[in-house]
């Protein structure tokens, strides 16, 4: 019996192995992003950025939390972009940093990337798009609804991981 379940495991892991290698979809066909484009490169305009992103990523978690469709949540962030506006205009006046941007929701360019051995096709995608300054420096983004970003953002130092096969195997053996 344990020679079984230990077999059933063992072509569970490789199948899962096979569909990531195969270039499994991280990002689903129906997925809203959020793209912050910094000012230039130089450490202030990244930090600046950085800032941004952060404030933005509370504000949308806090709105997106317990949404279920992808409808809802473009009604949610279609309503609040001036929020959201105002959210970088204190972010921007905190820092004494004197600069235009923009808040865009809809279809935009997004460049192709390479993360965590994941490629990320380029193409438009609908996205809340911030452009701070020139926009002509690095840029973050990460995917907002299903929100994949923003539960990286609520994560906490404390969480403890587990191997779900491994619990198993333990279980058995």
């Known amino acids: 019996m344990r020679k079984i379940i230990l077999g059933i495991l063992v072509v569970l892991v490789l199948t899962m192995f096979r569909e990531v290698s195969m270039g499994e979809k991280i990002i689903p066909d129906e997925a809203i992003r959020l793209r912050v484009l910094a000012n230039s490169n130089s450490n202030y305009d990244q930090m600046i950025k950085n800032k941004v992103k952060n ?3 509370g504000n949308i978690y806090s709105l997106l939390q317990d949404v279920k469709s992808i409808d809802e949540a473009r009604t949610i962030i279609r309503t609040n972009v001036d929020t959201f ?3 970088i205009k204190n972010v921007l006046t905190l820092e004494n ?8 929701f809809g279809s935009h360019y997004f460049p192709a990337k390479e993360y965590k051995g994941i490629r990320y096709e380029e193409g438009y995608y609908e996205s809340l798009l911030v452009k701070l300054g020139e926009g002509k420096g690095n840029n973050w983004w990460c ?3 299903p929100p994949l970003c923003l539960l ?10 587990k191997f779900f096969v491994q619990e198993l195997i333990e279980k058995f053996f």
């Open 55 to 57: 404030k933005l990523q």
């Open 85 to 87: 506006d105002n959210s």
């Open 97 to 104: 940093k004197s600069i235009p941007y923009t808040v865009n």
């Open 143 to 145: 995917v907002l609804f």
């Open 152 to 161: 990286e953002a609520e994560e906490s130092s404390d969480v403890e991981y």
